[in-house]
T-cell receptor
Framework: DAKTTQPPSMDCAEGRAANLPCNHSTISGNEYVYWYRQIHSQGPQYIIHGLKNNETNEMASLIITEDRKSSTLILPHATLRDTAVYYC??????????????FGDGTTLTVKP | NAGVTQTPKFQVLKTGQSMTLQCAQDMNHNSMYWYRQDPGMGLRLIYYSASEGTTDKGEVPNGYNVSRLNKREFSLRLESAAPSQTSVYFCASVTGRSYEQYFGPGTRLTVT
């Protein structure tokens, strides 16, 4: 699976949009981009995923560049409860690669009042 | 619908002791995974099971064994615990279509 690169930390003002970048320059054509977050020491929480089209759900938006080498997770109106570590991972969606997803160190997002 | 449950929540072992971490899911998923997370670091895959009756090694399998008892349950066993296995252990259950992972609350293990 492709490796990802994320900034170690970011700050965001409460109520503003948080834009979290992720580089995955070696991504292959059948690999998806997934985002998770981990609040304090809880288990990670799934946020969103995509292949090549931009995606939106009730939690966030995912913007994937046309060459698929990078993506941005957008939290449109960050709240203090969004303070967490955000992980970007890429993996093949096939059954034979079940489990082969690597979580790096992620980005620690701090939302400030 | 409890999602993914893990027991115990906390455990302290002495070096050389054995124990089994339990994980169960009620979402009817085929795939289940075990990860460990060391302080200040990301998750590393220990073992995974793509379906009932099958298991495969992940990134850091040494010192662990697993058992996929049935579709709901996936257990992780430490036969002879070592201080290097002090970590937080997370179990995840995975959807079949889009491979979203749903995590349990974790087991915090300390080996002295």
């Amino acid at each position: 699976d492709a490796k990802t690169t994320q900034p170690p930390s970011m700050d965001c003002a409460e109520g503003r949009a948080a834009n979290l970048p992720c580089n995955h320059s070696t991504i292959s054509g059948n690999e998806y981009v997934y985002w998770y977050r981990q609040i304090h020491s809880q288990g990670p929480q799934y946020i969103i995923h995509g292949l090549k089209n931009n995606e939106t759900n009730e939690m966030a938006s995912l913007i994937i560049t046309e060459d698929r080498k990078s993506s941005t997770l957008i939290l449109p109106h960050a709240t203090l409860r969004d303070t967490a570590v955000y992980y970007c991972i890429v993996r093949d969606g096939g059954d034979t690669n079940a489990g082969k997803s690597t979580f790096g160190d992620g980005t620690t997002l701090t939302v400030k009042p | 619908n409890a999602g993914v449950t893990q027991t115990p929540k906390f455990q302290v072992l002495k070096t050389g002791q054995s124990m089994t971490l339990q994980c169960a899911q009620d979402m009817n998923h085929n795939s289940m995974y075990w990860y460990r997370q060391d302080p200040g670091m990301g998750l590393r895959l220990i073992y995974y099971s793509a379906s009932e009756g099958t298991t495969d090694k992940g990134e850091v399998p040494n010192g662990y064994n697993v058992s996929r008892l049935n579709k709901r349950e996936f257990s992780l066993r430490l036969e002879s615990a070592a201080p290097s296995q002090t970590s937080v252990y997370f179990c995840a259950s995975v959807t079949g279509r889009s491979y979203e992972q749903y995590f349990g609350p974790g087991t915090r293990l300390t080996v002295t």
